[in-house]
């Protein structure tokens, strides 16, 4: 069982937006702005899509976007495309112990 | 741009220890700044942090794993390693080697991958 809970699949059509929750505990997600997403196409490396809730790494489409509210984060997917079909992970800080959390992962189908 | 490569073997008997090493080209691991760590993903299911190691040696480990786990680095040849002792087949895995900057907790390189099979 993953410390972060993601819904285990989302969809949507190309054009439309998809939101891709991550839900902690004030231990991790809510006490600190050190969430990042990462995506992972079959047999890949996963790559850093967002890191700080809400920044993107030079090189990623401002189509991807992320938040934060109390316990849960939040990606945001505008504007699908078919590659963006893929696996989608979060991970937070987790304090000084347990350190870094992931979450389960997202499968995200584009129609 | 920084290039990371896992390399060790692919099967590994029950109770014996699971070697790896990255290795890191590209940039400089006793230039500081990075923690050098190693991520697992079981077959199907999602990612594992293990831990990380700064230049200097310092270790930070996966309170879930600390008891099996060593993290090592080798300046000399810009390579880290991972240790996991005790291996079961729950340990089968791809295991990633990935760059987290100092104070930022996100990974921004990541090796390619390596599959480890724990069997007899």
Redesign the interface.
Known sequence: QSALTQPRSVSGSPGQSVTISCTGTSSDVGGYNYVSWYQQHPGKAPKLMIYDVSKRPSGVPDRFSGSKSGNTASLTISGLQAEDEADYYCCSYAGSYTLEVFGGGTKLTVL | QVQLQESGPGLVKPSQTLSLTCTVSGGSISSGGYYWSWIRQHPG?????IGYIYYSGST?Y??SLKSRVTISVDTSKNQFSLKLSSVTAADTAVY?CARESYG?????Y????TLVTVSS
């Open positions: 299911k999602g990612l594992e942090w930070y996966n309170p990633y930022l907790y996100y990974f921004d990541w090796g390619q991958g």
